[in-house]
């Protein structure tokens, strides 16, 4: 296991020494240490050898350093996988690692990616802290600066029927238009419910 760690420091052998990491025969002696590893070298697209790492040895992570890399993952690799995991821990933890989703979903995030990660976040089974806790973190958090902010406010009112829950709406989503529909024009069609064809109009 040492002279894995120490082959991890040769670049041009880096594969090599993480893949033999992962050999479910070896002892998992310092887990956290290897899957924190795992996890920052771990490329943008490719999660699998520190997923495979942790759920091979069910690594139990003490270190916030590590929570954060290996969570940092989950939501690399599946939004709802990575909100489940944050119901595993503490309430004071899970709310920090949600917030957490909340932010990657929204700020780390991009193009085609982020439209698909957003409209699994405003869909999650959120029960009534949690609800709390997403309205809390973008209308008055450290993600109301965040681009989407209120749309994902928006969206979620709308997904899980609430949407005059939402006060203000003209004021909250300005005027801003996308192909010519607002929020307000959106919130009408909302309220006037489906024609005969069932569709918004």
Same mark, same amino acid.
Request: no cysteine; charged share 25%; net charge positive.
């Given at each position: 296991m040492r002279s894995s760690l120490l082959i991890l420091a040769k670049q041009n052998t880096k594969q090599a020494a993480l893949d033999? /990491?992962?050999e479910p025969v070896l002892i998992p002696t310092f887990s956290e240490d290897i899957l924190y590893t795992l996890c920052c070298h771990a490329p943008q697209d490719d999660s699998t050898l520190p997923l495979a790492y942790y759920h091979t040895f069910s690594v139990p992570i003490t270190s916030s350093k590590v929570l954060e890399a290996f969570f940092l993952i989950l939501c690399r690799t599946s939004v709802t996988e990575a909100f489940f995991f944050s119901r595993s821990k503490?309430? /004071?933890?899970? @709310?920090? /690692?949600?917030?957490? /989703?909340?932010?990657f979903v929204l700020t780390r995030?991009?193009?085609?990616? @982020?439209?698909? @990660?957003s409209a699994e976040l405003v869909t999650l089974p959120l029960n009534e802290d949690e609800e709390s806790w997403l309205e809390e973190y973008l209308k008055e958090g450290d993600g109301k600066t965040s681009q989407g902010a209120t749309d994902t406010l928006v969206m979620r009112a709308m997904t899980t029927g609430q949407f005059g829950s939402i006060q203000n709406q003209s004021e909250i989503a300005r005027d801003r238009k996308i192909n010519d529909l607002s929020w307000a024009s959106l919130r009408d069609r909302v309220d006037r419910g489906p024609n005969q064809d069932g569709r918004l109009t």
């Open positions: 033999f /990491l992962t503490g309430e /004071l933890t899970q @709310r920090g /690692l949600f917030e957490q /989703l909340i932010d995030s991009r193009g085609a990616l @982020r439209a698909s @990660r």
